[in-house]
């Protein structure tokens, strides 16, 4: 079966940066798109940013110029390089893979103190 696993989550002071990553693996050969997501609590799931087989990406207006996403075709991995951390980017932040179905990872927990 197809399975996401997220890494890189924790606790960072506001202005700081983390790297998350998200590993595929199972039978498939690659997917239409990756991307993240985030919920906080009481809160809505929200797309972070998303990137297509083609390289086009999306980002929240909110993540805009600090998040970066990128992609490993041949491993079908996705990374998201998040700097300028703020308090309101905490949430627990979640790996989705596009194919025929849509897999999602277990979620990675990104704590951002003030």
């Known amino acids: 079966q197809v399975r996401l696993v997220e890494s890189g989550g924790g606790l960072v002071q506001a202005g700081g940066s983390l790297r998350l990553s998200c590993a595929v693996s199972g039978n498939i050969l690659s997917f239409n798109s990756m991307g993240w997501y985030r919920q906080a609590p009481g809160k809505q799931r929200e797309l972070v940013a998303q990137i297509t087989t083609g390289g086009k990406t999306n980002y929240a207006d909110s993540v805009k110029g600090r998040f970066a996403i990128s992609r490993d075709g041949v491993k079908n991995a996705v990374y998201l390089q998040m700097n300028s951390l703020k308090p309101e980017d905490t949430a627990v932040y979640y790996c989705?893979?596009?194919?025929?179905?849509?897999?999602w990872g277990q979620g990675t927990q990104v704590t951002v103190s003030s």
């Open positions: 989705n893979a596009e194919s025929v179905f849509d897999y």
